[in-house]
């Protein structure tokens, strides 16, 4: 038997595929190079060869088409699972995500079931210019239908996998490049990493994960960010003894907001971090959340660290002047604080 | 409409040209990125497409257009920049995220901008195709002369965007011309597994617009090809699709290692530039001595505009807050 | 002892590669066949298997520079 492992976002993400997939027929994957090439950031590496190209399909260039197609087969009580390498690509299969997917079982008052997992590579900060650097959670959770996961670390990706794939709702599995470990992207981030179970097990959607407990100041992350505000906590906390509580949603839709509320309202100051752009997005709603409830937990105005309302662009100086960084949460803290 | 000696000698300049290009920004991609391989290091950082082979379908299709028409790449840019002559100092800075770079470092090597050229790219999958088509309407309500191209490769043929603007462009009887560079190869995916027919010019039926293949990646072919789609297009015969069989000689993207691509296909790829060459030699176009002339030339134009790149500054981080909006102030 | 050793067959070419990250540590006990550690080359990255069962000590860190035929741990 084996001693605990400490695997990868992406290593523990494919081994719930794995499993569903063998224990699961009718689990199957589908998407551009999913099957000889592994899927563009490693999500199936290893599948084609266990399972075949009549479970692993390489799909055409046809987004739109085959998201439809899964969709369908959904319905007809498969369970799909779709690769979509890139978020920024919903852009040509938005109706089949938003109209389709999403609508199905709401519209037909229960009677019809889409129990498909959409997983998209999100997120930028290696210069891979505006199209293919996006976050776009907003677009992914204002719609209603769909269940949105965002694992940060590799425990959560398993558990958050198995509970997508067997989930009876459409999910939609966002995963951050930086944070799936793949080498390609340098050195995997060291929190993303955690020991994770042989064995399969689910976590609940709408719960949240206290990364560390605090007193002075709530950060609430969603994945990448989740590790910028652990190192930048690190440092608040060894250059000015400040005790950072830090949230992590783990899936946006449903959104813990009792976590959240609670931490506000222990610390009395939230600051949110998120890759997306800035407006309309997770931050605010995070912040709505807790003033909606009660304006009075809060002993000074929240604070937003979000990529600015503008498109990403690809040097190096100014993508990392608009990305939400350690540095950034850092500064905005002391600011907070009064430091 | 065959090409002339002179117009001969100036696409294996080009394809040359290009060659030179991508040979070494391919150099300069690997060599800061070791070892712990990380895309976001170095003075080329993302994920390059490189043109390596491919040249020709630029090259024989370029002669044919003038500053008047409209273009519009895709994720693989290189060749097509290149020949349709946009400056190498720029192109290499934009590469490398300068402040000189065709967009200051705001676009990088999937959105090159030349307005001088009626240039642009785009790295979503057949979405050229949609604006190529829009000015070429355009030029037609304008009662302009301009016509307008994209490239794209033959994958992209599955996106619905293909089917939606090719038959757009058959209803308005568009002066467009939709380029597809036939490589085989959707990243890791064969045209076989993902093409339910064998050539996409054929899908010109569907729209009652003109197609036609060519063979052969090679430049006196598709410039003859090309040549009955611009007189096609420039006379109010409306729209083609030109498709052109071309090999990907590199991966999808740097640090791709085509392991998916079958032994003997590999093997049986041909490169356009040690082809052509031999054919212009071997016809009396050009002598040995023209050609090493030709390739030192182009190799010395290439070391400068990627010196230039490397000696010219970065821009400032708060340049990414400029040209969000046109009319609009924050 | 078995010597836990960079395969000459990992890659083509005399290139360098690296160890990404290692999913056991020392002192773990492995079974042959686990994955032990990635390797990455350019942009491809491998699996390394256990050649053996038994308990795993680590000798090339994460991040470290490898050849093909280096041996980078030991299973006892």
Not at chain 2, 118 to 136: L, Q, Y
Request: aromatic content about 6%; glycine content about 8%; proline content about 4%.
């Amino acid at each position: 038997m084996s001693s605990e492992r400490t695997l990868t976002v992406a290593r523990a993400g494919r081994e719930a595929v794995m499993w569903e997939m063998q224990n699961d027929p009718s689990v199957f994957m589908l998407g551009e190079d999913v099957f000889a090439f592994g899927g563009v950031f490693g999500t199936a590496d290893g599948l084609g060869e266990m399972f075949g190209p009549d479970r692993i399909l390489d799909t055409p260039i046809s987004e739109t088409g085959f998201i439809g197609l899964a969709t369908g087969a959904a319905m007809a009580g498969m369970r799909p699972i779709v690769e979509l390498a890139f978020v920024d690509f919903i852009g040509v299969c938005y109706n089949a995500i938003v109209n389709l997917a999403a609508k199905h079982y709401y519209l037909s008052n229960g009677q019809v079931k889409v129990p498909m997992v959409l997983m998209l590579g999100s997120g930028g900060g290696y210069n891979n210019g505006a199209q293919h650097s996006q976050s776009l959670l907003a677009s992914l959770a204002h719609m209603p239908g769909s269940v949105v996961v965002t694992p940060s670390n590799a425990y959560d990706a398993k558990g958050l996998m198995h509970s997508a794939i067997r989930s009876d709702d459409f999910v939609i599995y966002s995963g951050q490049k930086k944070v799936a470990g793949v080498g390609m992207l340098g050195t995997p981030i060291k929190t993303s990493m955690s020991v994770v179970p042989d064995e399969p097990y689910t976590i609940p959607f709408g719960v949240a994960n206290i990364v560390q407990e605090g007193t002075d100041l709530t950060m609430v992350g969603v994945s990448w960010t989740v590790h910028q505000c652990i190192e930048a906590a690190e440092r608040l906390q060894s250059e000015h003894n400040i005790s950072v509580e830090i949230i992590d949603p783990r899936t946006v839709v449903p959104l813990d907001r009792d976590a959240i509320f609670d931490s506000v309202k222990k610390t009395g100051k939230l600051l949110v971090a998120d890759e997306d752009y800035q407006s309309f997005g997770f931050t605010g709603e995070v912040i709505a959340s807790v003033v909606e409830r009660d304006p009075s937990v809060l002993s000074c105005a929240p604070v937003r660290v979000a990529n600015p309302d503008l498109n990403i662009p690809y040097s190096r100086p100014m993508e990392l002047r608009v990305l939400p960084t350690a540095d950034r949460i850092v500064e905005e803290s002391k600011k907070m604080l009064g430091l | 409409m065959k090409p002339t000696a002179a117009q001969r000698k100036a696409m294996y300049s080009d394809i040359v040209r290009s060659r030179e290009f991508d040979d070494r920004v391919l150099e300069l991609y690997f060599a800061d990125k070791m070892p712990v391989f990380d895309l976001a290091k170095g003075v080329i950082p993302g994920e390059i497409h490189s043109s390596h082979g491919q040249e020709p379908c630029a090259a024989g299709t370029m002669p044919h257009l003038t500053l008047e028409d409209t273009i519009t790449s895709n994720h693989r840019p290189h060749h097509h920049a290149i020949c349709r002559g946009l400056d190498l100092n720029k192109l290499a800075a934009e590469l490398m995220g300068k402040k000189t770079g065709y967009c200051a470092g705001k676009g990088g090597h999937m959105h090159i901008y030349s307005v001088e050229h009626k240039f642009s790219c785009s790295g979503i999958i057949a979405e050229g195709m949609g604006p190529a088509a829009g000015v070429a309407l355009a030029n037609k309500m304008r009662e302009q002369d301009g016509i307008a191209v994209s490239y794209m490769g033959e994958a992209a043929a599955n996106q619905g965007a293909f089917h939606e603007v090719m038959n757009m462009a058959g209803v308005y009887t568009l002066p467009y011309i939709c380029i597809i560079e036939d490589n085989n190869w959707g990243v890791s995916v064969s045209k076989k597994a993902s093409t339910a027919i064998e050539r996409n010019s054929e899908r010109a039926a569907s729209y009652g617009v003109y197609g036609e293949y060519v063979e052969d990646n090679d430049c006196d072919l598709i410039f003859e090809a090309m040549s009955r789609c611009v007189d096609r297009a420039r006379s109010g015969q409306g729209a083609s699709i030109l498709e052109i069989q071309t090999y990907r000689l590199k991966g999808h993207m740097h640090g791709d290692q085509m392991a998916y691509v079958p032994e003997e296909e590999v093997a049986a790829m041909k490169d356009c530039v040690i082809e052509y060459r031999n054919k212009l030699i071997s016809e009396g176009v050009l002598t040995e001595k023209e050609a090493e002339e030709i390739v030192s030339q182009q190799k010395s134009e290439v070391d400068a505009a990627i010196q230039f790149g490397l000696d010219s500054p970065y821009p400032d981080p708060e340049d990414a807050f400029q040209n969000t909006y046109a009319g609009v102030s924050k | 002892m078995v010597e836990v050793v960079i395969p000459n067959d990992m890659w083509e070419e005399d290139l360098e590669g690296v160890i990404v990250t290692w999913i056991y540590k020392t002192g773990a006990t492995v079974s042959e066949g686990d994955v032990l550690c990635e390797v990455m080359v350019e942009k491809s990255q491998s699996d390394l298997l256990a050649p053996a069962t038994g308990i795993l000590t680590i000798i090339e860190d994460a991040e470290a520079v490898v050849k093909r035929g280096q041996v980078i741990g030991r299973i006892e």
